[in-house]
């Protein structure tokens, strides 16, 4: 406030404009003492409760005249600085209406617009992970998960791998158990390619006779067993396929003694939905001979959000699963299945890797399903990489094409 020190007895500007101002106000009594604009204890005059929301110049107001001030609808929080946790629940459940999730009956529902899918990882939306062993396995040459399993299981029998990614479990087994035949199979034709190609690196570890190692580097592995030998590396095949029925007239057209299927459930369900888990079991236990054993790890359901957002089909069939992994078992034992039993649960520095090796059986007296011998189409033949059992032309070129690349 100015107020002049002149000597001449004048009043104060001060004092003026203060008389002036109480005269046209209405509560003179309870703004004795108030100075428009505020003081200093109170700058803002919000304690004022008579004071009106907005200004309306009075008839007889001057350009000398301080107006009155405004006052905020929220006293406390001038600034709008504060929010009430109701007034977020308000917002946040309008942003959910106004994104059509939620639709009267009978209306169309509306496209998912406030989603943001990740389209860098839309290539991986089936687990086909090209690394997916260096980050499970690192620093390990043997998947830990073998461990659990006995060799007997595998010995002499027809195996299939569903999702054999790069092929290391498949070979493996090919190589240390000894099976009569085993497949792999994957969706993804680079990651089937792939492991072709490490069949040439389990090879040259086998010794070599009289040729320098600089031959096996340079022209692959140096000698192969006979075409019509069973063993190792004439034993396995890797095929580019989508083992999930489409819908539910499927044919079984081959059948297998022993299903190795992990951590393949989750990418089955959320690209297909309830209805693709459910035809993938369906298929697999026609696809069991009597006696034939199940070998299945299913991932977490924890983990399944983590993946959600990869497409927009992913992201609808999310939302209407049904059926649960904790729940396969008794979905299983319900469709024939005997002796469910768990394994182990392999440990992993990463607490969403120590998942449950469940092991079921086919019982004996469960009707065959033939087999049907039917010429798989040319899209789907192994290519030159690959052997092909009982016939010993394939082998041989199988063989000596490898040592050539």
Request: glycine share 6%.
């Amino acid at each position: 406030a100015v107020v002049s020190t002149q000597s001449t007895g004048k009043k104060s500007l001060y004092t003026k404009k203060r008389k002036r101002l109480s005269s046209n106000t209405v509560h003179s009594e309870k703004q004795k003492g108030f100075v428009p604009g505020g003081d200093a204890t109170d700058p803002l005059n919000l304690k004022d409760p008579d004071l009106s929301l907005s200004y309306t110049p009075s008839p007889d107001h001057k350009n000398n005249e301080l107006p009155n001030p405004i006052v905020y609808v929220d006293k406390s929080d001038p600034l709008c600085l504060k929010r009430s946790p109701k007034r977020k629940r308000e917002r946040k459940n309008s942003r959910h209406k106004s994104s059509g999730s939620t639709f009267e009956p009978g209306q169309q529902p509306q496209p998912v617009t406030m989603v943001k899918f990740n389209e860098k990882a839309k290539k991986f939306c089936y687990g086909n992970y090209s690394k997916y062993y260096g980050y499970r396995n690192p620093d390990q040459e043997t998947d830990v998960r073998l461990q659990y399993l006995e060799s007997s299981m595998f010995a002499g029998k027809d195996v299939l791998d569903l999702g054999c990614n790069i092929g290391h479990i498949t070979l493996t087994i090919a190589k240390e158990f000894e099976p009569k035949k085993i497949v792999g199979v994957d969706i993804d034709g680079n990651l089937i390619n792939v492991a072709r190609k490490n069949i040439r690196r389990y090879l040259s570890k086998e010794k070599a006779t009289k040729f320098p190692i600089s031959m096996q580097v340079c022209y692959g592995p140096l000698f192969g067993h006979g075409s019509n030998d069973t063993k190792f590396p004439n034993n396995v095949i890797f095929r580019k396929e989508n083992w999930v029925p489409q819908d539910d007239n499927f044919v079984t057209t081959e059948m297998f003694d022993v299903i190795a299927c992990l951590s393949v459930t989750k990418w089955v369900h959320l690209n297909w939905g309830d209805c693709g888990i459910k035809r993938l079991f369906q298929k697999m236990y026609q696809s069991i001979r009597p006696g034939g054993l199940l070998i299945l790890e299913c991932q977490h359901w924890k983990s399944y959000a983590r993946r959600k957002k990869l497409t927009p089909a992913i992201y609808q069939n999310y939302g209407n699963i049904k059926i649960f992994p904790h729940e396969f078992p008794h979905y299983l034992m319900t469709m024939g299945f005997t002796d469910w039993r768990t394994v182990g649960t392999p440990y992993h520095s990463q607490k969403g890797f120590r998942r449950p090796l469940w092991l079921f059986t086919k019982p004996q007296d469960s009707p065959a399903v033939e087999e049907e011998i039917i010429s798989p189409p040319s899209s789907l033949l192994p290519s030159q990489n690959s052997t092909v059992e009982g016939s010993s032309q394939s082998s041989e070129i199988s063989v000596s094409d490898l040592s050539s690349q």
